[in-house]
């Protein structure tokens, strides 16, 4: 039985050869690739132009295949052309040469400053590289090796794809690729040599001959002429030490307001190091052939100055601290901290001075002193005299983060009137010089949100973006920003107006810190007029016609409202009343008679009552209107200005309103809220115009509420007659309930629309508790806003079309992140990281002006061409030079290797040419003049039989590249595969 089962057990083993291996599967993905990118067959393009490989548009196409488990990653490169007509592809012969083959001997772009390697070492417009898909991975043994090379012969035989196609094999930094390309009859194998030693005698051009000969085994006798091109590269990197201009700031230049060698103010600019770090020259001979030229290990004659072509580029310094974008990075940094002006100041100054008048004798004035707002940190009234005492009491003067002599200059700066002594008697200090202009500059800060370049929040950003770089850091903001508030607080309670703030009511196009300090500034106006109104009140009385002469020739005696929108635009005049024997009350118990007269009439529409009152706050007499009722003289009168709101009291407004739901006592309720000045302006109207009705009061306040049409009356007369739009008529009408609810009070006796110090209180609470991170938020947009003036300001004197560019995009991009309140600190980094850009940009344009001499040059026209030269040397990976080593660019970098080679040596030159040797060595000797060349490359060309003498004549080229470190060789071979 054992002997049975043995057959039918093989029967199992058999292997089915007909299933596809691994390898075949593989290589069924390359032909499945290759055609659907549709690279079958011979397709001839345009012949290449002169730079074409730098200047033209290069795209790739990815796929991903797998050898089993192992994943490749397939890349297609090409230049993008345009396509040859249809009639030139008719004439394409079958034989015809592959395009990559021709591109071999091509000598229009060797040596492209930026392309890819392969590009660079065979000059193909088109391939495809097969490399492994992870980065670590790597096909390292030779068996390998040849499998894959075996599998892209065998897809390119089958599909009949003439583009050369790669394979990446070892480590990738090595850059090691073998190749083939296949034509009809022909091959073509790409080989590469890597080393890290280069053996003696292939440093010179005589042995890479021997090798390109011997690989190549023609059988040519003689053998066709060589085609040669060579570039030497020479390094410059000790750059004289004048040659670079900025000088580095000087932190100890303080006294007389500077800062850094800067006014407090500006800020600065400028790279630190030299932007530049390296200087490449490549001395090129295009086209020579063998037995020309001589260059072995005894004797060359390849002298860079007499190179026929010179170009230049240069190696930019990787991250250049510049001025700038340090300052600017480093406020930013402020953004991040958490901790408050106590925690970084220590011990509240305040609290200090609290502690010391804090015995039994003033325990009763705490609950007898008034308190609007309870701020227990401001509560002290003569702080701001002492503050500056008791920092350098408790603190001790040595530990106070800013020395007098700083602060006193800061303060000086953001307070210019201080200086002088007219604003003791109170006095308004706001500079008419800071009005806005019209220019692109003054209008940045309504794209940014910031403040206008003239204002006070603007310098003061400047001024704690200058403390936070060179004077104490974050302690230092903090100590600068308590004396701000200080400052505040002395000036709200002396009644001194804040500079550099323009007058008005908060603009909401700037940073709120600036409106919360325009928002001060009011109530300090407000609060000033008052307290004028009380001193004068003596001398003045108080007659409802006294100031009707004044407010006339402000506004005609024919002005009057036409929309709803002007209300707030006349009629409202405080100086014509704030100068009377009373001001605002807080309640209207001294009105309680006006209940019977005034209310009543107002509902029941009689004027006879009110008549008999005595007008009060009367501006000026309308000029046309009378009353409908008894056809006296209608008087606008003096009303209250809006209470003027910020941004986030605006805000907060709007979320109580929308808190009220949309039911109908919550509607009733919001239009209630809304219709406090309204109210107001009722109640003075009826206070000016004893016996007027509401439809008086429309007829001034809302024309557009009252028509008129023309009727015949009863004696045939056209007149016209009025009445009450349809919206006036609606019951429970706002304007009829506020109107049977307004009492004849003057404006001068209502309560407050607006409370100047309760206000005020709330916006020095704000400040006081901001934190430096929270100020730092606030700012920002200032500082970035100084930042691009400043590089706008910088740029105009370089005149770079790039960096024009580049500033228009900063300004949209910024004008897009800070227009929203908190933008991302990542979009924050990034406009910070393009002003730095730009800034390093203008800094390498200043040290290549210094290095190649510009503003030495006596010749306009040389001026011209070395700035030229300059500006393409930013914009351009690698510059030709006009003349060679003999035009006048070529003549100043010839001197600056001549002055780098002095300064190695550290010989004078009268040494040097005792070492040289006679002139006639010396001219043989380039070492003298250049150092030895940092990168050898060179391309071996020729047109050959191969692989016998009667096999067609084929491209074969050879790219050689010799460094310190490496030794490469990149051959392309091609032979005969149908008469070999």
Same mark, same amino acid.
């Not at 408790?394 to 201080?418: C, K, M, Q, Y």
């Not at 740029?795 to 309140?821: D, G, R, T, W």
């Given at each position: 039985?054992?002997?049975?089962?043995?057959?039918?057990?093989?029967?199992?083993?058999?292997?089915?050869?007909?299933? @596809?291996?691994?390898?075949?599967?593989?290589?069924?993905?390359?032909?499945?690739?290759?055609?659907?990118?549709?690279?079958?067959? +011979?397709?001839?393009?345009?012949?290449?132009?002169?730079?074409?490989?730098?200047?033209?548009?290069? =795209?790739?196409?990815?796929?991903?295949?797998?050898?089993?488990?192992? &994943?490749?990653?397939?890349?297609?490169?090409?230049?993008?052309?345009?396509?040859?007509?249809?009639?030139?592809?008719?004439?394409?012969?079958?034989?015809?040469?592959?395009?990559?083959?021709?591109?071999?001997?091509?000598?229009?772009?060797?040596?492209?400053?930026?392309?890819?390697?392969?590009?660079?070492?065979?000059?193909?417009?088109?391939?495809?590289?097969?490399?492994?898909?992870?980065?670590?991975?790597?096909?390292?043994?030779?068996?390998?090796?040849?499998?894959?090379?075996?599998?892209?012969?065998?897809?390119?035989?089958?599909?009949?794809?003439?583009?050369?196609?790669?394979?990446?094999?070892?480590?990738?930094?090595?850059?090691?690729?073998?190749?083939?390309?296949?034509?009809?009859?022909?091959?073509?194998?790409?080989?590469?040599?890597?080393?890290?030693?280069?053996?003696?005698?292939?440093?010179?051009?005589?042995?890479?001959?021997?090798?390109?000969?011997?690989?190549?085994?023609?059988?040519?006798?003689?053998?066709?002429?060589?085609?040669?091109?060579?570039?030497?590269?020479?390094?410059?990197?000790?750059?004289?030490?004048?040659?670079?201009?900025?000088?580095?700031?000087?932190?100890?230049?303080?006294?007389?307001?500077?800062?850094?060698?800067?006014?407090?103010?500006?800020?600065?600019?400028?790279?630190?190091?030299?932007?530049?770090?390296?200087?490449?020259?490549?001395?090129?001979?295009?086209?020579?052939?063998?037995?020309?030229?001589?260059?072995?290990?005894?004797?060359?004659?390849?002298?860079?100055?007499?190179?026929?072509?010179?170009?230049?580029?240069?190696?930019?310094?990787?991250?250049?601290?510049?001025?700038?974008?340090?300052?600017?990075?480093?406020?930013?940094?402020?953004?991040?901290?958490?901790?408050?002006?106590?925690?970084?100041?220590?011990?509240?100054?305040?609290?200090?001075?609290?502690? !010391?008048?804090?015995?039994?004798?003033?325990?009763?004035?705490?609950?007898?002193?008034?308190?609007?707002?309870?701020?227990?940190?401001?509560?002290?009234?003569?702080?701001?005299?002492?503050?500056?005492? &008791?920092?350098?009491?408790?603190?001790?003067?040595?530990?106070?983060?800013?020395?007098?002599?700083?602060?006193?200059?800061?303060?000086?700066?953001?307070?210019?009137?201080?200086?002088?002594?007219?604003?003791?008697?109170?006095?308004?200090?706001?500079?008419?010089?800071?009005?806005?202009? !019209?220019?692109?500059?003054?209008?940045?800060?309504? /794209?940014?949100?910031?403040?206008?370049?003239?204002?006070?929040?603007?310098?003061?950003?400047?001024?704690?973006?200058?403390?936070?770089?060179?004077?104490?850091?974050?302690?230092?903001?903090?100590?600068?920003?308590?004396?701000?508030?200080?400052?505040?607080?002395?000036?709200?309670? +002396?009644?001194?107006?804040?500079?550099?703030?323009?007058?008005?009511?908060?603009?909401?196009?700037?940073?709120?810190?600036?409106?919360?300090?325009?928002?001060?500034?009011?109530?300090?106006?407000?609060?000033? @007029?008052?307290?004028?109104?009380?001193?004068?009140?003596?001398?003045?009385?108080?007659?409802?016609?006294?100031?009707?002469?004044?407010?006339?020739?402000?506004?005609?005696?024919?002005?009057?409202?036409?929309?709803?929108?002007?209300?707030?635009?006349?009629?409202?005049?405080?100086?014509?009343?704030?100068?009377?024997?009373?001001?605002?009350?807080?309640?209207?118990?001294?009105?309680?008679?006006?209940?019977?007269?005034?209310?009543?009439?107002?509902?029941?529409?009689?004027?006879?009552?009110?008549?008999?009152?005595?007008?009060?706050?009367?501006?000026?007499?309308?000029?046309?209107?009378?009353?409908?009722?008894?056809?006296?003289?209608?008087?606008?009168?003096?009303?209250?200005?809006?209470?003027?709101?910020?941004?986030?009291?605006?805000?907060?407004?709007?979320?109580?309103?929308?808190?009220?739901?949309?039911?109908?006592?919550?509607?009733?309720?919001?239009?209630?809220?809304?219709?406090?000045?309204?109210?107001?302006?009722?109640?003075?109207?009826?206070?000016?115009?004893?016996?007027?009705?509401?439809?008086?009061?429309?007829?001034?306040?809302?024309?557009?509420?009252?028509?008129?049409?023309?009727?015949?009356?009863?004696?045939?007369?056209?007149?016209?007659?009025?009445?009450?739009?349809?919206?006036?008529?609606?019951?429970?009408?706002?304007?009829?309930?506020?109107? =049977?609810?307004?009492?004849?009070?003057? @404006?001068?006796?209502?309560?407050?629309?607006?409370?100047?110090?309760?206000?005020?209180?709330?916006?020095?609470?704000?400040?006081?508790?901001?934190?430096?991170?929270?100020?730092?938020?606030?700012?920002?947009?200032?500082?970035?806003?100084?930042?691009?003036?400043?590089?706008?300001?910088?740029?105009?004197?370089?005149?770079?079309?790039?960096?024009?560019?580049?500033?228009?995009?900063?300004?949209?991009?910024?004008?897009?992140?800070?227009?929203?309140?908190?933008?991302?600190?990542?979009?924050?980094?990034?406009?910070?990281? /393009?002003?730095?850009?730009?800034?390093?940009?203008?800094?390498?344009?200043?040290?290549? &002006?210094?290095?190649?001499?510009?503003?030495?040059?006596? /010749?306009?026209?040389?001026?011209?061409?070395?700035?030229?030269?300059?500006?393409?040397?930013?914009?351009?990976?690698?510059?030709?030079?006009?003349?060679?080593?003999?035009?006048?660019?070529?003549?100043?970098?010839?001197?600056?290797?001549?002055?780098?080679?002095?300064?190695?040596?550290?010989?004078?030159? =009268?040494?040097?040419?005792?070492?040289?040797?006679?002139?006639?060595?010396?001219?043989?000797?380039?070492?003298?003049?250049?150092?030895?060349?940092?990168?050898?490359?060179?391309?071996?060309?020729?047109?050959?039989?191969?692989?016998?003498?009667?096999?067609?004549?084929?491209?074969?080229?050879?790219?050689?590249?010799?460094?310190?470190?490496?030794?490469?060789?990149?051959?392309?071979?091609?032979?005969?595969?149908?008469?070999?």
């Amino acid at each position: 039985m054992a002997a049975d089962s043995e057959p039918e057990s093989e029967v199992f083993e058999i292997t089915d050869f007909t299933t @596809a291996s691994e390898w075949e599967r593989f290589i069924s993905k390359v032909e499945e690739v290759l055609n659907d990118w549709k690279l079958i067959g +011979n397709s001839l393009g345009r012949p290449l132009e002169k730079g074409i490989f730098t200047s033209g548009t290069w =795209e790739e196409k990815s796929d991903e295949i797998s050898f089993a488990d192992f &994943k490749f990653s397939v890349t297609h490169h090409y230049l993008v052309q345009e396509s040859v007509d249809k009639e030139g592809k008719d004439e394409i012969l079958e034989d015809a040469i592959p395009q990559s083959m021709q591109d071999l001997l091509c000598m229009n772009n060797d040596f492209p400053p930026r392309a890819h390697c392969l590009v660079r070492w065979y000059g193909l417009r088109e391939f495809v590289v097969i490399a492994p898909a992870a980065h670590s991975d790597a096909v390292l043994s030779e068996s390998k090796c040849n499998l894959l090379l075996s599998s892209v012969s065998i897809a390119l035989g089958n599909t009949g794809c003439q583009v050369p196609l790669f394979v990446q094999i070892h480590h990738k930094w090595r850059r090691m690729y073998v190749g083939e390309c296949q034509g009809p009859g022909i091959r073509t194998d790409f080989e590469m040599v890597h080393l890290r030693k280069v053996p003696n005698q292939y440093t010179h051009l005589s042995g890479l001959l021997d090798i390109f000969k011997s690989k190549i085994g023609c059988p040519l006798i003689p053998l066709p002429p060589v085609s040669i091109a060579i570039r030497f590269t020479y390094v410059l990197q000790d750059w004289q030490q004048y040659f670079w201009p900025q000088q580095p700031p000087d932190i100890d230049a303080l006294v007389g307001g500077e800062v850094g060698g800067l006014e407090f103010g500006k800020l600065p600019f400028g790279a630190c190091e030299d932007p530049i770090s390296e200087l490449h020259l490549a001395t090129t001979w295009p086209h020579l052939t063998e037995g020309i030229i001589v260059d072995n290990d005894v004797y060359s004659d390849l002298d860079p100055i007499q190179a026929p072509h010179w170009s230049v580029r240069v190696r930019k310094a990787d991250n250049p601290q510049c001025l700038l974008g340090d300052f600017v990075t480093e406020f930013f940094k402020i953004c991040r901290r958490k901790e408050s002006t106590d925690e970084i100041l220590g011990r509240s100054t305040f609290e200090e001075e609290g502690r !010391e008048i804090a015995d039994i004798t003033h325990a009763l004035s705490k609950l007898t002193e008034p308190t609007p707002v309870p701020i227990h940190k401001l509560s002290v009234s003569n702080m701001v005299h002492t503050a500056k005492k &008791k920092i350098r009491k408790h603190r001790g003067l040595e530990e106070s983060p800013l020395n007098n002599d700083v602060l006193n200059t800061i303060l000086l700066f953001l307070f210019p009137d201080a200086a002088s002594e007219k604003t003791l008697d109170g006095t308004t200090s706001i500079d008419n010089s800071n009005l806005p202009s !019209e220019s692109e500059d003054y209008n940045l800060y309504n /794209q940014f949100k910031s403040a206008p370049s003239d204002s006070l929040t603007y310098k003061l950003a400047l001024c704690l973006c200058m403390i936070n770089f060179y004077h104490g850091g974050l302690k230092g903001v903090a100590h600068l920003w308590q004396e701000f508030v200080l400052e505040m607080r002395f000036r709200w309670e +002396n009644n001194f107006l804040i500079p550099g703030l323009t007058g008005g009511p908060p603009d909401l196009r700037c940073c709120l810190l600036h409106q919360k300090l325009q928002m001060l500034n009011c109530c300090i106006e407000r609060k000033k @007029a008052r307290d004028e109104g009380k001193k004068t009140s003596d001398n003045i009385t108080n007659t409802y016609p006294g100031d009707v002469g004044k407010a006339a020739d402000l506004l005609g005696p024919d002005h009057r409202k036409d929309t709803d929108k002007e209300k707030g635009e006349v009629g409202k005049s405080w100086d014509s009343w704030s100068d009377s024997d009373e001001e605002f009350f807080e309640c209207l118990s001294d009105t309680e008679e006006l209940k019977g007269n005034g209310q009543e009439s107002g509902k029941k529409g009689g004027p006879k009552e009110m008549v008999n009152l005595k007008p009060e706050g009367r501006l000026h007499q309308h000029g046309r209107l009378t009353l409908l009722h008894n056809g006296e003289p209608l008087y606008i009168p003096v009303t209250q200005e809006t209470a003027p709101m910020t941004e986030d009291l605006l805000e907060e407004q709007s979320e109580v309103l929308a808190k009220l739901g949309t039911s109908a006592e919550g509607a009733h309720l919001r239009a209630r809220m809304q219709s406090a000045c309204l109210l107001s302006d009722m109640e003075s109207f009826k206070a000016a115009n004893p016996g007027c009705i509401l439809e008086d009061f429309v007829r001034w306040y809302s024309p557009r509420d009252y028509v008129e049409e023309e009727v015949i009356d009863e004696k045939g007369d056209v007149i016209l007659k009025g009445e009450l739009s349809a919206r006036m008529k609606i019951p429970s009408n706002m304007w009829v309930e506020a109107w =049977e609810t307004a009492k004849p009070i003057p @404006a001068r006796r209502q309560r407050r629309l607006f409370d100047d110090t309760r206000e005020a209180e709330k916006v020095l609470h704000y400040l006081a508790f901001q934190k430096p991170a929270d100020l730092a938020r606030h700012l920002l947009p200032c500082v970035i806003h100084a930042a691009v003036l400043k590089v706008k300001e910088e740029e105009s004197l370089e005149n770079i079309s790039s960096v024009k560019k580049i500033i228009k995009q900063i300004i949209s991009h910024s004008s897009k992140v800070l227009h929203f309140p908190n933008p991302e600190d990542k979009k924050l980094e990034e406009i910070i990281h /393009q002003i730095t850009n730009v800034e390093a940009i203008i800094a390498r344009a200043r040290s290549l &002006k210094a290095k190649f001499g510009t503003e030495k040059c006596e /010749q306009e026209e040389e001026k011209e061409d070395l700035e030229r030269f300059v500006s393409c040397l930013l914009e351009q990976p690698e510059v030709l030079v006009t003349g060679a080593g003999r035009g006048h660019a070529g003549r100043i970098i010839h001197k600056l290797f001549v002055n780098a080679q002095r300064a190695a040596a550290m010989a004078p030159p =009268e040494e040097e040419l005792k070492r040289v040797g006679c002139p006639e060595e010396r001219r043989h000797n380039p070492v003298s003049d250049f150092p030895a060349p940092a990168g050898r490359e060179l391309i071996l060309r020729t047109t050959v039989p191969r692989p016998a003498p009667y096999s067609k004549a084929l491209p074969q080229r050879m790219y050689s590249v010799l460094t310190k470190e490496d030794f490469r060789l990149a051959g392309a071979f091609s032979s005969d595969t149908t008469f070999f």
